[in-house]
């Protein structure tokens, strides 16, 4: 069965509806977790505008399940029906379009202040699940937990809760009552039990629900809607956003997988870099699941090497240790039993690409067996990426690689002649994975096809004025949720419940280090940047003698632990007609001057850094300058760290520009626009991989803090906020010293007027040396 498409509808002011040409997507769902049927899922009905603007309220709604712990320390994990509508949450027993005269178990407000956080999967009631938390940043004592079946899901939901988070805001911004500003900036008294407020929501305009309910076939895998917003979210076209040197040749075709070598970077006595790439037809969050789950009863069929296979240990959602063994005797004439010890470490990408890293490791759980031979398994990455599709009918699908660096000298005798030895080592078999994958999820169907989606065409009728409550009365969303308000009463009632229950870009470079190579030295202006700075006034000279950070400026790339800002050349950005046909367009010279970098230890995250009397904003030449951007990058270690930059405009911004409303915007509007692309151009393959060299929108994947005085901006990026981000950062600063890595700061175009993109600022960090930092003086 394929998944049908679907029609976006628009509710208007006046209570009518419009149908717009849209795909509706599949839906997800997975696991057991003690009920009877399959269970979290996202299902949309969009609008035609952006969340939070004029024309009306988005409304999110779907399954989930609810997590916590209740009053005698049991803990619990419910299945519930989410109903975001605005700023407002509803939570469920049983879906309300099906159940007309039921009332929500749960009401709240989703404030400013709430921090949502993807914590990534977990096991609970033995199924795995992938886990949201949500807690007010001015008291993270409120906190609540939800969970979904896939990756997939839970980034929805996250974009949903944002999405609200934007309602708060425009509401906020429209003006009101003082008395109702305070109360949402000040999140109430959140100290003490408070017993629930049913509350209804209104002004219900737009729909977008997210999956499929309990009555889904169990476990039966699917994909979330790729784009559900329009606004730009995702990255268009198939590359990154940093160009790479890396040349790519075909050097054999097996079982339809194709073999690739990076010729580019081979050197004599070195490993090669190659790997396997094939199209799966099946969608990347079904792939994805099929990658991480260690069954060996399913691994059996499509899994030579890692199908014995036992999970020792977990981290953060994000990272896990296997333990495997191995019959030597299909890859070897060795007959002893072989046993090895690895470590998996994966991502979701904001463009929902997924990336695994495979290492081998070491643990005190599984230490040399006798009667076994150690092995240590080659350092390996996957790559999953779903792949657009042509027509609502077609089935799902995506481009699975793996990737791994060969230092065996068989390779080249096997490349040539087919050199049978080769054919006997693990590097061999571990490429042939993507083989038996592919051929594993086209021999069971259920894979590929979805259970069908079902629109829900109706509306909720408006309640009538006078069940109306006052906003400034509202609850928290974190407060409504929270254990300690009778979710042992829900639970009582559970077992009779569960009865009932886009085009390819058009800059295409074959060859990257040759194009670089061959640009004019001249570095040529940012596009679109001419009129974000004021024209009508005077620049001012900005010398960089006069600003002296704690890391030094060096005298190229050889040099080592030191910054330098490369042109905005290696990087690709959203042109003038991005939003029509996706097409990027070469960055060019950056629009501020990066003057200085300080490179601090802190015991803990420090924020505000350009208030300290000591920084060169609170400098006498630093006064004089018309605008500085601060970048604090909050570095999650033992010690942490901050990597402070400063970038400077020679004049004042003209606050009509892109760079003016963001820099005098709302916090929503600045998380929604502030996006980063990161390039590592020198350094291990395997750091380069989980990098990667896609743009990222900071205020979306991490904790950002804004100060807004005098002639600065302050943005304290807090790494730690996220595990992802975490355990990412933590393989980076394994590799830091021999590593060059360059970062390009910019403002995301959304609409038409702030196209094409400019490059704000970059830096490139050149080996940076950790015992190098400065102690930060309070």
Known sequence: ??????????????????????????????????????????HSRSSSSAGGGEGGTFEYFGWVYHLGVNKIGH??????????????????????????????????VIGPTMVIEELGRRKVNHGDVYVIRFYNRLDESRKGEIACATAGEALKWVEAFEEAKQQAEYALSRGGSTRTKLSMEANIDLEGHRPRVRRYAYGLKKLIRIGQGPESLLRQSSTLVNDVRGDGFYEGGDNGDAIEAHEWKCVRTINGVRIFEDVANFKAGRGVLVKAVAVVEASADTVFEVLLNIDKHQRYEWDAVTGDS?????????????????????????????????????????????????????????????????????????????????????????????????????????????????????????????????????????????????????????????????????????????????EEDEEESDDDDENQDNKEIKVKLKNVSWAIA???????????????????VDPVSIGPSQFQGSLRKGNGDKDSNCWNSPSGMGFMIRGKTYLKDNAKVMGGQPLLTLISVDWF??????????????????????????????INLQVPAKPNYCLVLYYAADRPVNKTSSLGKFVDGSDSYRDARFKLI?????????VKRAVGTKACLLGKAVTCKYLRQDNFLEIDVDIGSSAVARSVIGLVLGYVTSLIVDLAILIEGKEESDLPEYILGTVRLNRIELDSAVSFEV
Request: glycine content about 6%.
């Open 310 to 486: 036992e999970k020792i240990d977990s981290y953060e959602g994000h990272y896990d240790v296997i333990y495997c063994i191995y019959d030597p005797k299909y890859l070897s004439r060795w007959q002893s039993k072989r046993d090895f010890v690895f470590s998996r470490q994966w991502v979701r990408g904001q463009d929902g690409t997924y990336t695994i890293l495979q290492f081998p490791a070491v643990h005190k759980k599984r230490p040399a067996k006798s009667g076994y031979r150690r092995t240590e398994i080659t350092p390996s990455t996957w790559e999953i990426k779903s792949l657009k599709k042509r027509s609502d009918a077609e089935t799902p699908s995506c481009l699975v690689t793996h990737m791994l660096e060969i230092h065996s000298k068989r390779w080249c005798k096997w490349k040539r002649t087919s050199y049978s030895k080769f054919e006997k080592t693990i590097p061999y078999a571990l490429l042939l994975q993507v083989a038996g994958l592919k051929e594993y999820i086209g021999a069971n169907p259920a894979f590929k096809y979805e259970t069908s989606a079902t629109v829900v065409q109706s509306k909720f009728q408006d309640v009538p004025n006078g069940e109306y409550v006052d906003e400034e009365m509202e609850e928290q969303f974190y407060d409504a949720t929270d254990s300690s308000s009778g």
């Open 1 to 42: 069965m394929t998944s049908p498409g679907s029609k976006k509808v628009v509710t208007t002011d006046d209570g009518s509806e419009k149908k717009v040409s849209g795909n509706l997507g599949k839906v997800s769902f997975s696991g057991d977790l003690n009920h009877s049927g399959s269970h979290s899922g996202s």
């Open 75 to 108: 803990e619990y994990c419910n299945l519930r029906f989410l109903f975001i509508r605005g700023k407002y949450v509803e939570m469920y027993k049983r879906d309300p379009h099906e159940n007309p005269d039921i009332k929500p178990i749960r009401r709240g």
């Open 518 to 536: 061959s640009l004019s030295l001249k570095r040529p202006k940012a596009p679109g940047a001419s009129n974000v700075l004021d024209a009508s």
């Open 678 to 686: 990161p390039s590592i151009v020198q350094g291990y393959w395997m």
């Open 601 to 630: 230890k802190v015991d803990s995250a420090v924020d505000n850094i350009a208030l300290h009397p000591k920084c060169l904003v609170q400098s006498e030449p630093g006064k004089k300058l018309p605008f500085i951007l601060v």
